[in-house]
């Protein structure tokens, strides 16, 4: 197994593989990966094409790091492969001596019902109580539990699934929408190498998404074929307003997609 790598890495060796197969990978079993969440997809493909496991783990630096990891409980190693990939992309299930919640904007706990969403909040023995001299310990510890900033669902068998950074949710017309959700839909698409989804500033709805697309090499692909796929996996009203074709998305130090640079590079573009 390798050690933790983030979402942007696999991207990479995915599109390297596609374009290389003759490559030998037969001596990899699974990779741990981190930074952000893996699409669906990618997981599948790296199972089936490379018969690799991507396992997901989710922390922060206040968890010291790693929080939670999807591995499979033994109960379902002999399920069916579509059943597994249900858990296997989510961020997981919290190590041992770790506790997680979700709560409502009034701080009321929600069931782990897999349906109901909200902020994700972790309590644990190494988890951090403050910070040194800074004023944000009073809004991020709140009785001993952290508020991690993450909008998250928690199935019934407890696996936590990561729908948005709470900065990235998308708020139209009294809604939200998930970007994750959608960029991990639209990176299925064989057309697709990347996509980054943010909320751009809307005169009617407040905001509405805006898809940044990566073609994957080779591949032609238009908005409306795009919006055509999306259409029966999301609810018609998540669908991008537009989109803009790149060579690349803007990324930070880590590999994840820089949003705050996407959304100041088009934040009039719903203007006019």
């Known amino acids: 197994m390798t050690g933790v790598q983030t979402c942007a890495l696999p991207i990479w060796i995915q599109n390297h593989l596609s374009e290389n197969p003759d490559r030998d990978t037969s001596t990899i079993h699974s990779f741990l990966c981190g930074g952000s969440a893996v699409p669906r997809s990618m997981i599948d493909w790296f199972y089936k094409e490379r018969g690799v496991e991507i396992i997901q783990g989710w922390g922060m630096t206040e968890t010291n790091p790693i929080a939670s990891v999807s591995v499979l409980k033994?109960?379902?190693q002999d399920w069916d492969w579509d059943r597994r990939l249900d858990f296997l992309e989510t961020a997981g299930i919290p190590v041992p001596g770790l506790r997680v919640k979700?709560?409502?904007?009034?701080g009321n706990e929600l069931p782990h019902d897999g349906e109901a969403f909200g902020e994700l909040l972790?309590?644990?023995?190494?988890?951090?109580?403050?910070?040194?001299?800074?004023?944000?310990?009073?809004?991020t510890m709140v009785d001993g539990w952290l508020r991690t900033g993450d909008v998250?669902?928690?199935?019934?068998?407890?696996?936590?699934?990561i729908t948005d950074r709470a900065k990235d949710v998308i708020k139209s017309g009294g809604e939200w929408i998930s970007?994750?959700?959608?960029?991990?839909?639209?990176?299925?698409?064989?057309?697709?190498?990347?996509?980054a989804v943010v909320g751009i500033k809307h005169p009617k709805w407040q905001e509405r998404p805006l898809a940044i697309v990566v073609k994957a090499s080779g591949q032609e692909v238009t908005k409306e074929e795009?919006?055509?796929?999306?259409e029966d996996k999301v609810a018609k009203w998540w669908l991008p307003d537009d989109y803009v074709f790149a060579d690349d998305v803007p990324k930070t130090g880590t590999g994840k997609f820089d949003k705050k640079v996407v959304r100041e590079q088009y934040a009039d573009m719903y203007l006019g």
């Open 122 to 139: 972790i309590q644990g023995p190494w988890i951090a109580a403050e910070y040194l001299r800074d004023s944000r310990s009073s809004e």
């Open 226 to 230: 795009l919006n055509a796929f999306l």
């Open 74 to 76: 033994p109960e379902m």
């Open 152 to 161: 998250c669902k928690i199935t019934p068998e407890g696996y936590v699934r």
């Open 179 to 195: 970007s994750i959700d959608l960029e991990n839909t639209l990176m299925a698409h064989p057309a697709v190498a990347e996509a």
């Open 102 to 106: 979700i709560v409502d904007d009034e």
